[in-house]
């Protein structure tokens, strides 16, 4: 199939390097002379028709910068058959023949089922989450760790002066990955991710271990997904009797100016996906295995489960204490 015409969105939640992956998308499909559409607020800009033609220089000025210029949405109506049907409707009226979608695993869902209705749609990893099973990184992940190790830094300074405990949540949804690896960056005393089994009172025998040789502050790290941080905050000042704070990062987390691996890995990602297209290949995902970009099939992506990596978990034990 030739396809003349591509569309592409960013859904789910915004990630830093979106742009960036929008601004390759555009450049390399206009290069090979394609038509490029972008469709704004994720699967609502295709259901009802909202989209913008864009060329070489729509995408001046953007690699730099965090969020998405295409805006992004949670679509409910894209996961009921209407509204796929009114997506593909849109898709044939303005001529779309092939579909770059950014987002995460559900935003893959729509696109697998908007490729089973004849629309070929390439899936690329954007979320600052890093949990998406077939590829060992998404876009975002690294800004979203460095803006999260950089507020920890300044917690830090305030908890060493106090000799005070900051307990710091981050993001990562069901998964501890940005949590994992901005504990060791940080030099969290413990980690709380998922993935791994706690016992709060292991946090406080290694707190009273370390301040027994000497130490007077600490840094634990929590993963929104491990619960209450300000109840796990007030039960180590309870245990140790050391002030505790507890610090939500938030949504700080998703903003800023893309890091250069972010920019670098959506360029490439993007270009990926247009030529998966442009050979009229749909219902793939683009990842990455061992640095080197792959794809997959949809359904077989959805399927896969990524773990925590243990030896990294390890190390961050072994040299917290
Ligand atoms: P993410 O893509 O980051 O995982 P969501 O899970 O919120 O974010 O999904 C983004 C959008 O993808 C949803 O708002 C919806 O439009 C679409 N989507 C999610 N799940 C499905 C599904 N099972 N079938 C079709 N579309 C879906
Ligand atoms: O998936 C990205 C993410 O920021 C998660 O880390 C977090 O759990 C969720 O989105 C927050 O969603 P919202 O922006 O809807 O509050």
Same mark, same amino acid.
């Given at each position: ?17 979106? $742009? ?37 220089? !729509? ?43 950014? #987002? ?10 908007? !490729? ?9 990893? #954007? ?18 760790? $460095? ?5 920890? *830094?300044?917690?830090? *300074? ?52 370390? /301040?027994? !040789? ?42 800023? $100016? ?24 749909? $219902? ?12 997959? *099939?949809? /359904? ?22």
């Amino acid at each position: 199939m030739d396809v003349k015409t591509i569309g592409v969105l960013t859904s789910g939640g915004d990630a830093p390097g979106m $742009n960036a992956a929008v601004r390759s998308v555009v450049r390399s499909a206009s290069k090979k002379g394609m038509r490029v559409l972008g469709v704004r607020r994720g699967y609502n800009g295709l259901i009802h028709g909202d989209m913008v033609e864009m060329d070489m220089r !729509s995408v001046s000025d953007i690699i730099q910068r965090g969020g998405t210029i295409l805006y992004t949405a949670r679509c409910p109506e894209f996961r009921y058959e209407e509204g796929i049907l009114k997506a593909k409707k849109t898709c044939e009226e303005v001529g779309i023949d092939g579909m770059v979608v950014i #987002g995460g695993d559900g935003s893959f869902r729509g696109a697998a089922d908007l !490729s089973a209705r004849g629309v070929p749609c390439v899936g690329l990893p #954007g979320t600052i989450d890093n949990d998406i099973a077939c590829t060992e990184y998404t876009i975002g992940y690294d800004t979203a760790m $460095n803006t999260a190790v950089e507020m920890v *830094d300044k917690l830090r *300074d305030t908890a060493q002066s106090h000799d005070r405990c900051s307990v710091v949540e981050v993001m990562g949804r069901h998964a501890g990955h940005i949590a994992l690896n901005a504990g060791i960056a940080c030099g969290a005393t413990y980690i709380l991710m998922p993935e791994k089994k706690y016992d709060l009172d292991d946090i406080v025998e290694k707190m009273k271990l370390t /301040q027994m !040789s000497g130490k007077h502050h600490f840094i634990i790290m929590v993963a929104e997904g491990i619960g209450n941080t300000t109840e796990i905050a007030n039960y180590i000042e309870s245990k140790t009797g050391i002030e505790s704070r507890a610090t939500i990062l938030g949504h700080v987390q998703r903003g800023g $100016n893309p890091t250069v691996r972010d920019r670098v890995v959506a360029s490439q990602m993007g270009h990926y996906a247009v030529e998966l297209l442009s050979k009229g290949i749909g $219902n793939r995902v683009v990842g990455m295995q061992n640095s080197k970009i792959v794809d997959f *099939d949809i /359904q077989e992506a959805l399927s896969m489960k990524k773990t925590i990596d243990e030896d990294l978990y390890q190390v961050a034990y072994d040299i917290s204490f």
